[in-house]
């Protein structure tokens, strides 16, 4: 995953939870790009959205992971595209 394509995960993250989720400053970016970069960005896209959708509060970088882990066992693959794309035009 591209430092680009980690921001759109932090913004995810935020916008899903607001204040529950600390204040991302260069620390906490350099902490989660560091432990989450090897993953590809749209499964775990995916799998945080699917994550959102039953957690009240914000994940933890073990729980990013285990979605992204749990995702793959249920369907055996990285997202190789998406049919519906999420615009700016809201």
Same mark, same amino acid.
């Given at each position: 995953?591209? !430092?680009?394509?980690?921001?759109?995960?932090?913004? #995810? #993250?935020?916008?899903?939870?607001? +204040?529950?989720? @600390?204040?991302?400053? *260069?620390?906490?970016?350099?902490?989660?790009? $560091?432990?989450? *970069?090897?993953?590809?960005? !749209?499964?775990?896209?995916?799998?945080? #959205?699917?994550y959102i959708k039953s957690? @009240?509060? @914000? @994940?933890? #970088?073990?729980?990013? $992971?285990?979605?992204?882990?749990?995702?793959?066992?249920?369907?055996?693959?990285?997202? +190789?595209? $998406? +049919? +519906?794309?999420?615009?700016?035009?809201?």
């Amino acid at each position: 995953m591209s !430092k680009g394509e980690f921001k759109k995960i932090l913004q #995810i #993250i935020k916008s899903a939870y607001g +204040e529950k989720f @600390p204040k991302v400053d *260069n620390d906490l970016a350099d902490t989660w790009y $560091r432990c989450l *970069n090897d993953l590809d960005f !749209k499964t775990v896209e995916v799998a945080l #959205i699917e994550y959102i959708k039953s957690k @009240p509060f @914000p @994940p933890t #970088i073990s729980d990013v $992971r285990t979605a992204y882990s749990v995702h793959l066992l249920a369907y055996g693959k990285v997202i +190789e595209s $998406r +049919e +519906e794309e999420v615009g700016d035009d809201w």
